[in-house]
Each structure stands twice: as structure tokens, then as C-alpha cells.
């Protein structure tokens, strides 16, 4: 492959700010949608998250984690630090 080419891939999988913004833009004055909660969009319209974002066990992970990492529960409290106990 060549640098020119690689170039090209690199500048077609950027996402500028104001085409990055759409889909908040979207979800925030699209009044069909005004109702809904709890649902993932994607390129403006709404799309069925990935297998790891429906885990229950990764959703409580990271429950977990974002609590110690913003202060509201003290290292070592929960179930996430089973993996430190095993050494992982």
C-alpha cells in the first residue's frame, strides 16, 4: 500500500467536529424522537448497541470503575476489585 493511499483511508475515517456533532444535533431537536430514553444513535438514526455495551457484567463494571475513578466509592469496595484480588 502505498503512503498516498494510506493517506487517503486516514482522511475518509475522520470525523470533523461539526459532522461528529450531527447525531447530538439530531437527538436533541428531531421531535419524533423527543420521547424516547435510553436508545443508541448512530449517524443520525437509531442503531442496536454492540454485544459488549448489552452485557449486564460490563455494564456493572463500569459502574464500578467510573464510581472509584470520580471519587463516590474508595478503592477496594465492590465487586470489580475481585480482579485485583486475583491479580489481574
Known amino acids: 500500500m502505498t503512503c498516498k493511499t494510506r493517506i487517503r483511508i486516514c482522511i475518509d475515517l475522520l470525523t470533523f467536529p461539526s459532522q461528529g456533532a ?3 444535533l ?3 431537536l428531531e421531535d419524533k ?3 424516547d430514553s435510553g436508545r443508541y ?3 443520525c438514526r437509531e442503531k442496536r448497541p454492540s454485544a459488549r455495551a448489552r452485557s449486564e457484567a ?3 463494571r ?3 470503575v467510573s464510581e472509584r475513578m470520580v471519587g463516590l466509592k ?3 469496595e465492590g465487586e470489580g ?3 485485583k484480588e486475583n491479580g489481574k
Do not use: F, H, M, V
Open 41 to 43: 444513535y448512530s449517524d
Open 22 to 24: 450531527q447525531t447530538t
Open 26 to 28: 439530531y437527538c436533541c
Open 33 to 35: 424522537i423527543s420521547g
Open 74 to 76: 474508595p478503592d477496594g
Open 58 to 60: 460490563d455494564q456493572a
Open 62 to 64: 463500569l459502574w464500578e
Open 81 to 83: 476489585n475481585k480482579e
